[in-house]
């Protein structure tokens, strides 16, 4: 925990203790947030955490939000959520993948605490799912990377073989060869959200072996740095990263959680606050992207722009058949397009994906 | 069959360790003189930080890099305080530095996320850095590089051919021996836990400086704790130190080239290859148990009471 959350829980107890010795009841309701990384991260994280920002922001004084950050996906997580249930949270949103069950096991010991888990797959009563079509923003960056690339070989910097990256990564490679049939994608894989270290590493490695854009499914902007000191191209993740990365970034994938997060407060605050599943993408403005790099040809970022207004208006679905799995079998036929169930489970790479995908 | 994929790998690897390195080497001699301070994550990140810091604010990477030793070197003397002077236990005391520094240094670092600086400058010495092969590897490194060489070296030889290093081990193995003939302990101490601030110090200020330049929270991500695993698979000899480093280093960055190169391998077990091979290593130092107790400090995590 740190020193902000520290400070923010003593601020709370703080308020408490006085509403208390005033008499009154009503104090501020509290609103949770379990983050997987540093909000310092730049990436997934502080995302969540702007949108953090933005319910204080939107219901002022009526609502008091605190965050743990760096919370390890697994046992460590069941503690926190149960500890800021336990502590008279109203709604607490937990923002990874490996929080799903402990979220909802604590879930089932507070069933007036709301719950939101970003990425997941199971509900409760009071446990809604929400997450973001980032592959839609993939396919989008994948029509660029396929005519910006010289080598013909995309590298990517994968954390965790799930299907949400796998998808990411599937969906962008079809996005490249659609408009240039020769690409390849390599993946390494770094089995964690967030080392810069690492994540740099891994860029290092994929550009020796001929990459000359490399993406990303982690969470710092250190693989953009790279891309820069190596002159290569690359693309942000999460958050706008062009600050690192002035030269190579030629856009980036934006989380905006903001709407939905003060949405779904103000919902638990009125009452009407119901278990749903959200998943949304450029369309509802929960994935944006970054301004495009003026070294993009004019052609190109009209082709992008058309790409991502079609998937805004629905004539284009980034996974429309026909598509072949690696093995060169037919995953989709033509006219058709994958349904949810099927992308929210996806494990397998299409054609064009080298290496095998870790199971 | 060409070398050519050689070179970048190798220029990889030997960012990997350098962190490690001089992180390893510190917590050596802190150890040597019967400390243990677990606190090494905590120190590289105020380290890594404070050069951050340092380095944007006077663009000069020697003020940088001091600045990281300094306050590698200010976390150990609290810790010096906490363990020497009121011999608090030392296991819970690194333990709390770590947190402590988690906390401030994202405390410290809270305006400068998100802001890049220029990586640390390279060697380029025309003519020897354009050689072949050799002259990148040899001649193109930052100054942090060579320094992390000099620094194992130098340890080594003051551990083993200086009569002070002879003091510092004396007193590792048994403090009550060394303070009856007149050494102070305590005193020995602060110098050799406060060495190993530095050092960590200048190990997260390679992160932020030269690794990845930039500031993030939490950026040393676990090497701290490596970096005290090194000293138990090198029996804490310096050399060993170095060659651990650089294997460990090695292995995540060969395991990242062969999942790039499409190897069949499940990347997760490619991934915990190091710690494999580090586990593997120790075990087979430890069945040969006199390599140990010959180089382990005797005293190490024991409190020193000096008699009245």
């Known amino acids: 925990m740190k020193l902000k959350t520290i400070a923010?829980?003593?601020?709370?107890?703080?308020?408490?203790?006085?509403?208390?010795?005033?008499?009154?009841?009503?104090?501020?309701?509290k609103v949770g947030f379990v983050y997987v990384g540093p909000v310092g991260d730049h990436g997934w994280t502080y995302r969540h955490d702007i949108g953090r920002q933005a319910v204080e922001k939107a219901l002022g004084d009526k609502v008091k939000t605190t965050y743990v950050e760096s919370v390890k996906e697994g046992p460590d997580s069941e503690r926190v959520i149960r500890q800021m249930a336990a502590d008279g949270h109203k709604i607490i949103f937990t923002t990874s993948f490996g929080y799903m069950n402990p979220t909802l096991k604590v879930a089932k010991s507070f069933p007036n605490v709301k719950f939101e888990h970003a990425t997941g797959f199971k509900r409760a009563d009071n446990v809604s799912t929400y997450s973001g079509r980032f592959y839609e923003g993939r396919y989008v960056v994948g029509k660029i990377a396929g005519?910006?690339?010289?080598?013909?070989?995309?590298?990517?910097?994968?954390?965790?073989?799930?299907?949400?990256?796998?998808?990411?990564?599937?969906?962008?490679?079809?996005?490249?060869?659609?408009?240039?049939?020769?690409?390849?994608?390599?993946?390494?894989?770094?089995?964690?959200?967030?080392?810069?270290?690492?994540?740099?590493d891994a860029a290092k490695a994929l550009i020796d072996q001929g990459a000359d854009i490399i993406l990303q499914h982690t969470d710092s902007p250190a693989p953009l740095q790279v891309a820069e000191s190596r002159g290569v191209w690359a693309v942000g993740q999460a958050s706008d990263m062009h600050h690192?990365?002035?030269?190579?970034?030629?856009?980036?994938?934006?989380?905006?959680?903001?709407?939905?997060?003060?949405?779904?407060?103000?919902?638990?605050l009125d009452g009407s606050w119901k278990s749903m599943d959200t998943?949304?993408?450029?369309?509802?403005?929960?994935?944006?992207?970054?301004?495009?790099?003026?070294?993009?040809?004019?052609?190109?970022i009209k082709l992008a722009e058309e790409t991502r207004d079609g998937i805004i208006d629905g004539s284009i679905h980034p996974f429309a058949g026909p598509i072949k799995k690696q093995d060169g079998t037919l995953a989709v036929k033509e006219?058709?397009?994958?349904?949810?169930?099927?992308?929210?489970?996806?494990?397998?790479?299409?054609?064009g994906v080298q290496g095998k995908l870790p199971k | 069959m060409?070398?050519?994929?050689?070179?970048?790998?190798?220029?990889?690897?030997?960012?990997?360790?350098?962190?490690?390195?001089?992180?390893g080497i510190g917590e050596l001699i802190t150890e040597k003189s019967g400390v243990l301070n677990l606190g090494v994550e905590g120190m590289m990140?105020?380290?890594?930080?404070?050069?951050?810091?340092?380095?944007?604010?006077?663009?000069?990477?020697?003020?940088?890099?001091?600045?990281?030793?300094?306050?590698?070197?200010?976390?150990?003397?609290?810790f010096g305080i906490l363990t020497l002077s009121l011999m608090a236990n030392q296991v819970a005391t690194g333990l709390a530095l770590t947190l402590f520094g988690v906390g401030l240094s994202s405390l410290?670092?809270?305006?400068?996320?998100?802001?890049?600086?220029?990586?640390?400058?390279?060697?380029?010495?025309?003519?020897?850095?354009?050689?072949?092969?050799?002259?990148?590897?040899?001649?193109?490194?930052?100054?942090?590089?060579?320094?992390?060489?000099?620094?194992?070296?130098?340890?080594?030889?003051?551990?083993?051919?200086?009569?002070?290093?002879?003091?510092?081990?004396?007193?590792?193995?048994?403090?009550?021996?060394?303070?009856?003939?007149?050494?102070?302990?305590?005193?020995?101490?602060?110098?050799?836990?406060?060495?190993?601030?530095?050092?960590?110090?200048?190990?997260?200020?390679?992160?932020?400086?030269?690794?990845?330049?930039?500031?993030?929270?939490?950026?040393?991500?676990?090497?701290?704790?490596i970096a005290l695993a090194l000293i138990v698979f090198a029996t804490w000899k310096p050399g060993l130190v170095l060659v651990g480093a650089y294997m460990f280093g090695g292995i995540t960055i060969l395991q990242l080239h062969a999942q790039a190169a499409g190897l069949d391998l499940p990347s997760q077990i490619l991934s915990m290859l190091p710690y494999l091979a580090t586990v593997i290593v120790l075990v087979l130092i430890s069945k040969d148990e006199s390599r140990i107790r010959k180089h382990a400090p005797a005293c190490i995590g024991k409190i020193f009471h000096p008699a009245a």
């Not at chain 1, 992207?289 to 190109?300: M, T």
């Not at chain 2, 060409?2 to 992180?23: K, N």
């Open chain 1, 8 to 29: 923010s829980l003593l601020g709370a107890v703080a308020v408490a203790g006085t509403a208390l010795m005033a008499g009154t009841a009503s104090a501020e309701d």
């Open chain 1, 147 to 200: 005519k910006m690339t010289k080598s013909n070989i995309i590298g990517y910097v994968g954390s965790f073989p799930i299907p949400e990256v796998v998808r990411g990564i599937n969906a962008t490679i079809l996005a490249a060869r659609s408009v240039n049939p020769d690409v390849q994608v390599k993946v390494a894989w770094v089995n964690t959200w967030y080392d810069p270290g690492k994540e740099g």
């Open chain 1, 244 to 268: 690192f990365a002035p030269k190579a970034q030629l856009t980036a994938i934006i989380d905006n959680w903001d709407p939905y997060y003060v949405a779904r407060t103000k919902a638990a």
């Open chain 1, 279 to 300: 998943w949304s993408g450029l369309k509802d403005g929960m994935v944006t992207l970054a301004k495009f790099n003026e070294a993009i040809p004019a052609d190109v």
């Open chain 1, 335 to 351: 006219g058709e397009t994958l349904d949810d169930g099927t992308l929210l489970g996806m494990d397998w790479y299409v054609e």
């Open chain 2, 2 to 23: 060409s070398y050519e994929w050689l070179v970048p790998v190798i220029l990889t690897v030997i960012t990997a360790a350098t962190p490690l390195v001089f992180a």
């Open chain 2, 45 to 78: 990140l105020v380290g890594a930080v404070s050069a951050f810091v340092a380095a944007t604010v006077t663009g000069s990477y020697f003020i940088a890099i001091l600045t990281g030793a300094l306050a590698g070197m200010f976390m150990a003397f609290l």
């Open chain 2, 108 to 225: 410290i670092g809270q305006d400068y996320v998100g802001t890049p600086v220029a990586a640390l400058a390279k060697l380029n010495i025309s003519g020897l850095t354009d050689l072949p092969i050799i002259g990148p590897i040899l001649f193109g490194q930052d100054v942090l590089v060579y320094l992390s060489f000099v620094s194992v070296i130098g340890v080594s030889w003051f551990l083993y051919k200086t009569k002070a290093g002879l003091i510092l081990r004396a007193v590792g193995d048994s403090h009550n021996a060394a303070h009856s003939i007149g050494y102070s302990v305590i005193g020995i101490r602060y110098l050799a836990v406060m060495f190993g601030g530095a050092m960590s110090g200048i190990g997260g200020a390679y992160l932020s400086l030269a690794y990845t330049p930039m500031w993030a929270e939490n950026m040393t991500a676990g090497r701290g704790w």
